[in-house]
């Protein structure tokens, strides 16, 4: 039962994870979503309890976490970068 | 394994069989410890108001009073009161006599004064505990149970893990016929409109959402905003990058069958399922809201661990990472860290959470019963005068 998966997914529709432990830049790390493991390389440092891409994201592209919408890019993300408020934002209020 | 309860008179199920003695007035807070000290059966609720309010709030302050002696897990209820305040002993005495079981009252101006009022509620204490010591449980079923929901202290790992556990364990709840009830109107600001989607109506979803705007136009009158601010600093250091993110995290609790009411604050189910109570994030004024409404149990997710608990209700703590558990394991009765760890799936937790919801029901006490916390605080939204 345990695995090293270092990032979480709640739902497959997801578009972000979230790392469970330290993550260094250019380690490859994986989720499993559903009954699938995806594996990645982090782009970046990314700190215990942060978000990690699992996907490339565009820029205004939304944010799905829970399967539901956290905000939308604030640019393009790649597939393994930290996801924060560096690139993404609030759409509360806003719609 | 076969739940069991007491079946009270008006139909709801006890999971625990408590003599309550109950202040009507901070003024008597003093007796009823001194009663109970006497009496150490029975269980107290020290309650901070009674006077100096204005209708708005002794309207509420009343009928929550009420309401917890008729949360099914109170057997009998002793009024204690000071005699003066706004809601005296026999109002209090009469507005619980409605629920059908057995009640009585004592006021410290009638009954002599202090030493008096002490040895009078001993013995009236005395004789509701036999009055109810013979009451047996009998066979009942988890669509009998009313779970309270409720987080605090929360961190970025809770949306995550205890959260999500709990939001299993209250599906598989649902599923069985049973209801839960979610609190803190706050914390659903910014995850209002997913809530909204998942109402069992368009006309709950409207309500879930009028309450949620209504609760941010009252901070607005004193010049706040719920959403400035947030997620604070601490928050965002910790990952969390939005308000939306925060807010759907905290309300994972509630599971993801469709919530099927959004009621006042202390105010009785009258639908089963999953169900909104228009109340404040702060744990106390929280849970004494869902327990005036009838939970029988809580269960309490925590980041960073906290002590609560509340005489009269079994509080189930979850703690949602492995140090903080480690920590403060004392107050805790389960760790959903786990899930980061790789060991649980969420679903996992969420059984193990559930089957032990059951054995609280059927009468295994949690740590903060053990250790006799004992919170409880009615809200109010307006001035003390």
Not at chain 2, 240 to 260: D, N, Q, V, W
């Amino acid at each position: 039962m345990a695995d090293n998966a270092a990032i979480i997914v709640i739902r497959e529709t997801d578009n972000v994870g979230t790392v469970t432990r330290n993550v260094v830049a250019g380690e490859s790390v994986s989720a499993r979503v559903g009954n699938q493991t995806l594996s990645l390389v982090a782009a970046s440092d990314i700190k215990f309890l942060h978000k990690i891409a699992l996907k490339d994201i565009a820029a205004r592209e939304r944010i799905f976490k829970y399967g539901a919408v956290i905000g939308e890019a604030t640019q393009r993300i790649q597939a393994g970068e930290h996801v924060h408020v560096h690139n993404i934002r609030s759409l509360w209020g806003k719609a | 394994m076969q739940l069991t309860g007491y079946r009270r008179p008006d139909g709801r199920v006890g999971f625990r069989n408590h003599v309550l003695v109950l202040p009507t007035v901070a003024c008597a807070n003093g007796v009823v410890n001194a009663i109970c000290r006497r009496v150490p059966e029975a269980v107290m609720l020290p309650i901070d108001s009674g006077c100096g309010m204005l209708k708005e709030d002794q309207d509420v302050f009343a009928h929550t009073l009420t309401n917890l002696a008729g949360n099914p897990n109170v057997a009998a209820t002793l009024v204690v009161g000071l005699g003066c305040e706004a809601f005296k002993p026999a109002q209090a005495e009469a507005a619980i006599a409605r629920f059908g079981k057995p009640v009585l009252a004592i006021g410290m101006h009638d009954a002599g004064g202090y030493a008096a009022t002490v040895e009078k509620g001993a013995s009236l204490a005395r004789e509701l505990l036999n009055e109810v010591s013979g009451m047996a449980r009998e066979p009942v079923s988890a669509a009998d149970l009313v779970l309270g929901l409720n987080c605090g202290a929360s961190d970025p790992a809770s949306g995550l893990t205890a959260n999500q556990a709990l939001g299993k364990a209250v599906d598989l709840l649902v599923d069985a016929g049973g209801s839960a009830i979610i609190g803190e109107t706050t914390e659903c600001v910014g995850a209002e409109d997913e809530m909204a989607a998942n109402a069992a109506s368009p006309e709950v979803g409207r309500r879930i959402l009028d309450t949620v705007h209504r609760f941010e136009d009252h901070v607005k009158m004193y010049g706040a905003d719920l959403s400035t601010g947030e997620p604070n600093q601490g928050n965002m250091e910790a990952g969390l990058s939005t308000l939306e993110e925060k807010s759907l995290g905290c309300i994972r609790k509630i599971g993801s069958r469709p919530i099927a009411d959004v009621i006042d604050y202390a105010d009785i189910p009258t639908r089963k399922g999953p169900m909104l109570m228009d109340s404040p994030s702060y744990d106390a004024p929280s849970v004494t809201g869902i327990v005036a409404g009838g939970a029988q149990v809580v269960v309490f997710t925590t980041g960073l661990g906290t002590p609560f608990g509340m005489s009269i209700v079994p509080v189930i703590k979850v703690m949602s990472n492995t140090p903080a558990f480690k920590r403060m394991e004392d107050t805790a009765d389960l760790n959903a860290g786990t899930i980061l760890e790789g060991e649980e799936t969420i679903e996992q937790t969420g059984h193990r959470l559930y089957d032990m919801v059951l054995e609280v029901a059927g009468g295994r006490t949690t740590k903060a019963e053990d250790l006799g916390e004992n919170q409880c605080q009615i809200w109010r939204t307006t001035l003390t005068l």
